[in-house]
């Protein structure tokens, strides 16, 4: 091939290139700033349970309970809201176990005895498994005094 083709070729693959790089910027740009939006979103949340009483807890996570046992019924590997659902039920008794008496909360409405249900579901999808191991690690804790 004669030179000024060979160039013509490599000048597109270095567009293409710095085309493909650009693009994996704004991504990136895009990533970080969902991840600080998500961060604020959780720290809301935080300090809206934090304002709860005992009783408001419980019935935060008696729903959060309950949305998992129905989500227990539907088949594994389905991939619609459910996805969603799991998630946030997940993200709730994440926070929950942050909070003072969260822990005892958590273990009065039963959230020992479903993890199993969250983690073949989550486990399927291959989501949320490190904050589901961190949630099991807290409840197994001892209860202080």
Known sequence: QDPMHQ???AVTVMRATVGRLQSMERLS???QHQSELAEAYEHS???AFAE???AGLRRVATGAVAVV??????????????VQ???RVLTTF??????????EVLREVGVPQILLILESRLGSLRVGLRELHELRFRLRQPEPG
């Open 7 to 9: 160039l013509s070729e």
């Open 29 to 31: 740009a895009d990533l």
């Open 45 to 47: 949340a935080m300090a």
């Open 52 to 54: 709860l009483d005992q």
């Open 69 to 82: 046992h129905e989500l227990g019924q539907a088949r594994p590997g389905e991939t619609d809201p459910r």
């Open 85 to 87: 659902q799991l998630l």
């Open 94 to 103: 994440r926070m929950l176990s942050l909070l003072p008496n969260g822990i």
